[in-house]
């Protein structure tokens, strides 16, 4: 089984400073700041006769996971990728991972209960730790029956300002009624100079139109510009609080 490493032993970055922007939406709800924050995405790839049993083993025991640290959202791939599942955790510091991580390991009801039986089902697991780009802030969603995109843009090093600065043009119009930008953030360890963004819609044919008839297309980007680009299509879980 290849399991990738943890970084265990990374530089923090400068403090990222936040400008705080007048977003509001029925739905969509800002979070206090994105400075003190980094997240880790985490992708599991699971045996295909074991992702309903995976499923419900974390509905199930997913609380003693949480009792350690924030979780953004949980979801199943749809699209872009088949039989996984992607979760964003929350962390203050590097420091509150080490710590949370070294609990985990010592908690035998989360070891005995979940790991040891888990463990089994997967194919590979994957993380990439990033920080939310200071210009936008995390959003969150209370409406149930999206779909969400996650979007990864690349660049090389020397032009990944010039990157930032096009994504920041095309998603300024976000957080009024037609936006769906839940959070942008930029890789700290796993792929680097690259982009994730995470977007939500009501249906993937709302998704079609939006992407259509707005210009935050990301495919309007120029090669350039840009190395590489991904798209995911995901089902947020019934206990994923982003729903």
């Known amino acids: 089984m290849a399991l990738s490493a943890c970084f265990r032993r990374s530089r923090l970055p400068r403090q990222l400073i936040v400008q705080l922007s007048r977003q509001s939406n029925h739905h969509l709800h800002t979070s206090d700041t994105n400075s003190q924050k980094m997240y880790e995405l985490r992708t599991y790839s699971i045996q295909p006769a074991?992702?309903?049993?995976?499923?419900k083993l974390t509905q199930e025991q997913i609380h003693l996971r949480t009792s350690h640290s924030k979780l953004l959202g949980y979801w199943t791939s749809d699209l872009g990728g088949l039989n996984e599942v992607v979760h964003i955790w929350e962390y203050d510091t590097f420091k509150q991972r080490t710590q949370v991580r070294k609990a985990l390991a010592d908690d035998p009801e989360w070891l005995s209960k979940y790991i040891s039986i888990?463990?089994?089902?997967?194919?590979?697991?994957?993380n990439v730790v990033m920080f939310p780009?200071?210009?936008?802030?995390?959003q969150s969603s209370n409406e149930e029956g999206g779909f969400y995109e996650l979007?990864?843009?690349s660049s090389s090093a020397n032009?990944?300002?010039?990157?930032?600065m096009k994504v920041k043009e095309m998603t300024s119009g976000?957080?009024?009624?037609s936006a769906k930008l839940i959070g942008i953030w930029k890789t700290e360890h796993g792929p680097l100079d690259t982009m994730v963004l995470l977007w939500r819609f009501n249906s993937l044919d709302e998704r079609k139109d939006i992407?259509?008839?707005?210009?935050d297309d990301l495919t309007q980007l120029d090669h350039a510009t840009v190395m590489n680009r991904t798209s995911k299509i995901m089902i947020p879980t019934q206990f994923s609080p982003l729903k």
């Open 133 to 138: 780009i200071p210009w936008y802030n995390i």
């Open 151 to 153: 979007q990864t843009v």
């Open 50 to 55: 074991e992702f309903g049993s995976f499923i």
């Open 211 to 215: 992407k259509s008839n707005t210009k």
């Open 174 to 177: 976000q957080g009024n009624d």
């Open 159 to 164: 032009k990944f300002s010039q990157l930032e």
């Open 118 to 126: 888990m463990m089994k089902k997967l194919v590979k697991q994957e």
